[in-house]
Structures are given as C-alpha cells and as structure tokens.
C-alpha cells in the first residue's frame, strides 16, 4: 500500500512545506520511495528517490520545493523494484502531465504494451505510471482534464486511487476506485489524502470520498463528479473531531510503544465510539445467522480467533475465522444470504478482505464490520459496522486496535449469552462491568508489572532465530498475536500455535535453553501442566504470561514469568497480549530495529 497526498492553495507558494508535513503523516503506509511534484512557473518540478522519508526528503530538500499545488506519494513496492525510477509521482511522456496512485492496476502488464505501441515513453516498470499515460492518451486530444480522468478510468482495471495534475491551472484532480481517499476544504486552499492524519494538518473539514467518484481541488473550491457520467454530486463536509496529537508520538521513543500504552483509554473509548441501536442490531444479525464467519487479516485475524472461543465459551455460538485471501477458496461457493461476514480490519483498506466483501455482497451475504478508520472502503460497503474508537494508529504492528477487537468481542459474546440464556445473568452482568470499568485500570497495572522484565528478556531472545508461542483456548489467538508482533518487528521467525499440537513434531527443535513462550488463561492453568513439563523435561526455557499460580510457577523461573493482575478467565487474555507486545517491542529495540517501519512491511496493504 501507498500513501498519496495532494494540495492546492492561493495562501502558499512554498507548497513543498505542507506537502511534506503531510506526507511525513502517510509514512506508515509506506516507507520504500518517496516524491514530491510541484507546479512552479508554468513546469512541473519533479524530485523523488528511493529510501526512508526522513532521509530522502532531507537530501532532496522536497520542504523547499516552490509552487502553489503539488502532489506527494510513499510507496509500498509491489509493481516496479523500490527505485528512483520506479519511485511516484510520474510524469506523462512530455511532463505537462504528473501523478501518483495507491493500490494495484491489473491490467498494467497489458496496458503498457498497447501504450508503448502507441508512442508513450514509459519510464519505469511501476503500475501507477500508467495511470498518468491513461489520462494522457485523452487529455493530449482534448485538452480537457476531467474528460481525460473519466476516460482513462476506463481503462484501468483494479482497486486504486489517484492524484494528477496539469501545468496550465490551479487544480489537483484526484479518483477513488476502490482504494482510501479523503478530501479537505481549508481557507484557501484544498487538499487530497489516502488518509486523515496528512489532512488535519491543513484542515478539519472533510468530505469523504465513495468510490467511482472524481475530485476537483481548486483553491476555494472541492468538487466531486461521478467518474462514469461526470455528473456533480453534493455532499456536505463534515468536522472531523479526531485528535492530531495521536499523529504524534507524545514523547515516546516509538509510536509502538506510545500505542501500547494508550491501550487503557482507547479499551475506554471503545465504550463510547459504540452506540445503540447499532451494537444490539449487530447481535441481531449474528443471532440469526446460519452460519458466522470471521474475515481479517494479520492482527485482525488474530483477533477474530480470540472472537469465535469468546463466542463459543459466553454465547455458545458457533463461528469460523478464515484470512482474507483464503476465504473465497474455502466458503465462496457456500456463503449465501442466511450468512453473516464479520470483517475485521483496522484500517477498513485491506485488499483481501474488501475482495471478499465484494463476493459476499453478490452473493447476498449480510456484511457486518469492526473497524478503526471511519470513512474507509469498508465501512462504506458493510450492510453495518462497529467502529473501534481508538483514533489513529500509526505504528505499522498493530497494538491497541487488535486489545480493542478482543475487548469488543468478548462485550459482544457476554451481551449474546444473557439474551440466549447461556450465561447467568450476574455472570453476565459482572462481565460486562469488568469489560467496561476494570479493565482499563488492569491494563494500566499490567503495563507496570511486566515491562521491566519483557525488556530483560530481550538479549536472551534476541539470540535464536526462531521460537515458539503457543496459547490454549481462549489465548490461542493470543499466542498467534503475541508471534506476529515478534515476527513482524524483530525479524525473527515466531511461531504461534495451539499448545496440545507441539508435542506433534514442533516439540523436535527444543534443546537445553531453547525459548518457549506460553500464554495460559486462569481457568487453563491445571489443564497447562503437562504441555508445560513436557517442553520443560527437555530443557526449553519457559517464558509465560498468565496470573500468578503456584502450579506454573514450578515451570517459570521469577525472571520468566510476566504476571498479569489476577481478574477472570474471560477478561485475562486481554490482558496477556500486553506482556507480548512489550517483550517485541524490546525485542526490537534491542536489535536496533525501528519497530514502526519495519522492512518490507506496511500498515495496510491496499493491493491482493
Ligand atoms: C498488515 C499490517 O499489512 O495488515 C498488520 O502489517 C495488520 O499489522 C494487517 O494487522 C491487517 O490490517 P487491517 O487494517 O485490515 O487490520
């Protein structure tokens, strides 16, 4: 996924300023190239290169570019090696013409053949050149840019968005076709963004962008037209509440770090971004259901296993989580009206699971959806969705968005098992209070505990390539979590799995001081003993995350063992990610690895 950002204003003509404070805002949405094009005395000013934001935007001096329109781009490679010429924004064949996109043109391959045949001077092998050609190939014949736009989206297949302009006027032009785009109207000036937190900077007012829809910036003005007939649509901006601070890092050495210790008030505000009648109806749909699936991706998926043995343990409610991309292949010829599809995705963008949104929707499935980012693809394509109310998330591994989708599910699941009668009512009732007043001042008290240890264990850790987290029942998805975060900020291949399964062959690679990781909910900690001597007897070296228990403790040493606060069995794995978090971050950091722009990486893939 990329990040693009566009702007035009009368109030500047040293726009290369804004358009790298609001670029350096889109960073986690890509961190292989970055460009900066800006119109400046009738030409169109081009400086982009391979490598990190800070570096390459210091070295080409893009803060200092003039002009009074410009657009930015962050690349997230998929088409094209990260390279300078393959690094956004493009120029068209004469450079009149200069654009950049996010997402995935898929018939890119076909589209540069038949463009080079025709003459164009295609420079690199990235798919959002093409973009730029596309509308070339119109605007060249009729001078006419919104004309252009529409045809050229006739030529594109995929889930993009795009920016381009022209040298003659004082416009930024911009699409949205499948992927993230929102517009800001400020004073005297108007902006394009693939996301919020590069908007606020300029403006609060928005307007939110659906797909199939063209904007035209002017100075004064946001316009939007329907890219398949040009026809103006109207649509009120509205004041975005959302608070920039949570775009910065508030002291802390890392955004990972900063989010994992937001976790007790954003599990707070969960309670109230989510209103009535909404969350009762959403129970509605999934108590009527015939079958519940679960579709998300990384920490979303992760999170969506903690879901279905919350839903199966308080509501006695069957459901299956599948990934985004394997969905289809599995349940795609199955799923039909009397489903439910629950996606879970933090930033509302992710390809594979918008992918199977689209399926579902022909097939008359009901979309529900629980996400972060209000406006997004997602909540624009559900039937009904739940936002997390956890504000901007910035650091690429998931923190406390993934606390948030536990916490909302296991609310969801305790309110479902009092209206089927499969929970007793103080239960049920103690649950809910624990969820939403407890928990909060828990999470706080399990930060305090076990940071100072999870950041003692690192240069024990940070000496094997590769280990084990494994989690039982309600921690498996914990367990899957807890190896995510290691794998994707410390590069190091952890694994998460179901603890009963490691004796069937994984249980091979353990050798005297070989690290093992358990998560273990309270109720579980019995039943844990002999997967737990079992790794023991041959020497691993147990690391656990669980409350204190005089059994487990036989197993784990004082130094190993990341006590969480005592709380219940149902409220504990909530808490039992943070230890995890905690012991990646340090893990990291003791690598000399940035663990919010990890390599390779990015926070949403926009692309299948
Ligand atoms: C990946 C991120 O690209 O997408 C993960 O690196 C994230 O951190 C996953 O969990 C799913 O993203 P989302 O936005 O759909 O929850």
């Excluded at 013409?97 to 420079?123: D, F, K, S, W």
């Excluded at 919020?196 to 037209?225: A, F, H, K, Y």
């Excluded at 930033?347 to 949104?357: F, P």
């Amino acid at each position: 996924m990329c990040g693009i950002f566009g702007i035009t204003s009368k109030r500047r003509s040293d726009i290369g300023h804004i358009l790298v404070e609001g670029a350096e805002k889109l960073t986690y949405r890509g961190y292989d190239t970055v460009g900066v094009a800006t119109v400046y005395k009738g030409k169109i000013l081009l400086r982009k290169d391979r490598g990190k934001f800070d570096e390459v935007a210091t070295k080409l001096r893009l803060a200092e570019m003039p002009g009074s329109k410009g657009i930015a781009q962050l690349r997230w490679a998929t088409f094209g090696a990260p390279s300078k010429v393959n690094a956004q924004p493009h120029y068209d064949c004469d450079e009149d013409l200069c654009g950049a996109h996010n997402g995935n043109i898929v018939n890119y391959l076909p589209l540069r053949e038949q463009y080079t045949g025709e003459g164009h001077t295609i420079r690199s092998m990235n798919d959002g050149e093409i973009c730029v050609h596309a509308v070339e190939r119109y605007y060249d014949k009729s001078g006419d840019m919104v004309e252009a736009i529409q045809k050229g989206c006739g030529d594109l297949h995929g889930d993009y968005a795009f920016a381009i302009m022209n040298m003659k006027d004082d416009k930024v032009y911009a699409v949205k076709m499948g992927s993230s785009l929102f517009a800001g109207i400020g004073k005297g000036e108007t902006c394009v963004s693939s996301d919020l937190p590069s908007i606020l900077p300029v403006t609060r007012r928005i307007i939110n962008v659906l797909d199939g829809e063209m904007v035209i910036l002017s100075p004064e003005r946001v316009e939007l037209r329907r890219i398949n007939d040009g026809a103006p649509i109207e649509r009120e901006p509205y004041t975005s509440d959302a608070d920039i601070r949570v775009a910065q890092k508030g002291g802390y050495p890392h955004f990972m770090l900063k989010e994992i210790h937001e976790q007790a008030s954003s599990t707070r505000s969960l309670f109230s971004a989510i209103r009535e009648p909404f969350v009762t109806q959403f129970e509605d749909a999934l108590l009527d259901a015939k079958r519940i699936f679960f579709v998300a991706c990384g920490s979303s998926y992760n999170a969506t296993v903690v879901a279905s043995y919350y839903l199966n343990a308080l509501a006695k409610l069957p459901s299956i989580s599948v990934v985004g991309g394997q969905f289809v292949s599995m349940y795609g010829e199955s799923v039909g009206e009397d489903d439910v599809v629950v996606c879970v995705s933090q930033s509302g963008e992710t390809k594979d699971v918008i992918d199977v949104v689209h399926h579902c929707r022909n097939r008359n499935a009901r979309i529900l959806s629980v996400v972060n980012v209000l406006g997004s693809t997602l909540t624009q394509l559900s039937h009904l969705y739940l936002p997390l109310g956890c504000g901007f998330e910035i650091s690429v591994p998931a923190t406390k968005t993934y606390t948030s989708q536990v916490t909302l599910f296991s609310y969801l699941a305790t309110r479902m098992g009092l209206r089927r009668g499969t929970l007793a009512r103080e239960t049920g009732e103690g649950l809910l209070n624990d969820l939403q007043k407890r928990l909060p001042p828990l999470i706080e008290q399990t930060i305090a505990t076990t940071e100072i240890k999870a950041r003692a264990l690192a240069p024990y850790l940070a000496n094997y390539p590769h280990f084990y987290v494994l989690g039982y029942g309600l921690t498996h998805g914990v367990a899957l979590e807890g190896a995510l975060k290691i794998k994707e900020v410390c590069y190091i291949v952890a694994d998460g799995m179901y603890s009963s399964e490691f004796k069937h062959g994984p249980l091979s690679i353990v050798t005297n001081g070989y690290p093992i990781v358990f998560t273990v909910a309270p109720n579980d900690s019995e039943e844990l003993v002999n997967h737990l001597s079992e790794v023991e007897c041959r020497g691993a070296r147990i690391i656990l995350t669980g409350e204190d228990h005089p059994l487990l403790r036989r197993y784990v040493a004082e130094e190993n063992y990341l006590v969480v606060p005592n709380s219940n069995h149902y409220l504990s794995p909530i808490l039992q990610v943070i230890p995890l978090q905690l012991l990646a971050y340090y893990l990291a950091t003791y690598k000399n690895i940035d663990p919010d722009y990890p390599r390779n990486i990015s926070k949403t893939l926009t692309v299948r």
